[in-house]
């Protein structure tokens, strides 16, 4: 395979992070975060087929079979962790008996990072299997218009395509809306009011980068940022000084990074080191990842960078205060020794999470209508606060996130943000979710 093609693929993979990098869910119903903004529920009872009541598809007397369709090969591990964190909390559930005496089995499905793939995938779950969980592929769009058309099909998933994730029989813990929060820009906006004339990032050449930066951007000028420089850069682009001169000569002050994939923001930072430029510079969860701090050079060129995202640190910085974060690292180590989780895998185990709650109040004789059901009926989920607050059934996107900062090339929290023991369980909860004007399912 040729590098460039590697390289379309690997950025794909970090770019896609942005569609979902401004929703987060689960459970907390003491939380005071609110949903600002997303479709109105369309997932009521009346929606569900009838002949899905008596659809059992996928269920024994000891076992519940859900499908996961992601991409696995030509670009080997693009989207494993998808697969790993299904069958992480799928395993987590069966120690303890499974549910109402039936251990989920998690059936994985590659689709060979194409939309055919995806389609054949798709039909075989609907075929055999009770739900699909925990999928994520950038082609999901294929198995969405399947799902259209068998809408007594659940799908509990991170769905990208932005018409899927607004299907009546697709749920997910972190619903894909095109738009961004303001809270978090608001907060540099305070902080650092003297950068708000000169901020600056890089998208990379891609679709759905361009539309995913389309809805940071509309969110950074309602706030008062002014954005002087964001060109497109060819995704076969390793070496960033020519921009980072460029942003030099601009005066930029604050640089949004917070859509890179990590190996392209560690590039970057590098290049800002070498040119002696140091402007404000932001993060997000596409970049947070264990290996940035050794892939920009160690501690040095990560050091006093900000970290915006509405997760918690779970890559381990917040295992000690949040329980969710310990038993997810637990049992990714346990299923898939060696494995280093990433934002897929924890959007495979929330979806998993997402997809047993409802299972256990769909009854001891589960039908696929009786989960869509259930599903309908969950309007906060935070995986026991491992994120923020969503609502999956409204597929609205709440307004609470975390501030984290680079310190001694670890990520901790700042200083500021409410503690975890509190209402918002350590997340801000201010601002709104923003999505420009025709975005789908606004």
Known sequence: MRSASWKTRFTALGIVVLVAVGAVACSSTNSTAT???????????????????SDHTGVTPTAVDVGNVSTLSVVPGLFKGAVVGTEAYAAYVNSTGGVHGRKIVVQPADDKFSGAGNRQATQSAIENDFALVGSFSLQDSY???????????????????????????????????GGWLTGPLEYFKQQ???????????????????????????????VGFKVVYDP????????????????????????????????????????????????????????YS???VAESGGASAVNGSYLDQNYSLYLGGDAAVIPAVSTF??????????????????????????????????????????????????TSFDGNHIIAPNDPAAKKVGNCYLIGEVVNGQFVRTSADPSVSGPTHGYRCNGAYLTPPGTPGT
């Not at 109105?40 to 009346?46: A, E, H, L, P, R």
């Not at 003297?194 to 539309?211: E, F, G």
């Open 192 to 222: 650092f009011p003297s950068t708000v004339d000169k901020a600056a990032t890089l998208v990379a050449d891609t679709p759905s980068s361009q539309t995913d930066w389309a809805g940071e951007k509309y969110a950074l000028e309602k």
């Open 232 to 287: 497109v850069y060819p995704v076969t682009q390793t070496d960033f000084t020519q921009n980072v001169i460029q942003m030099k000569n601009l005066g930029v002050k604050i640089l949004f990074i917070d859509q890179m994939p990590a190996s392209y923001a560690s590039a970057l930072l590098k290049a800002l080191v070498q040119q002696n430029f140091h402007p404000k510079v932001v993060l997000g969860a596409a970049t």
């Open 290 to 292: 264990n290996a940035l």
């Open 35 to 53: 949903a600002t903004t997303g479709s109105s529920s369309t997932n009521g009872t009346s929606k569900i087929p009838s002949s899905a009541f």
């Open 329 to 378: 690292l637990h049992w990714v180590s346990k299923t898939s020794p060696g494995f280093q989780p990433d934002l897929f895998t924890l959007y495979g185990w929330l979806s998993a999470e997402l997809f047993t709650q409802a299972l256990q109040s769909a009854g001891t004789n589960p039908s696929r209508g009786s989960l869509l059901q259930a599903l309908s009926k969950i």
């Open 143 to 177: 198995g969405g218009a399947l799902l259209a058309q068998n809408p007594g099909m659940p799908d509990v998933s991170v769905a990208l395509d932005l018409k899927t994730n607004q299907l009546p029989n697709v749920f997910s813990a972190v619903p894909a809306l």
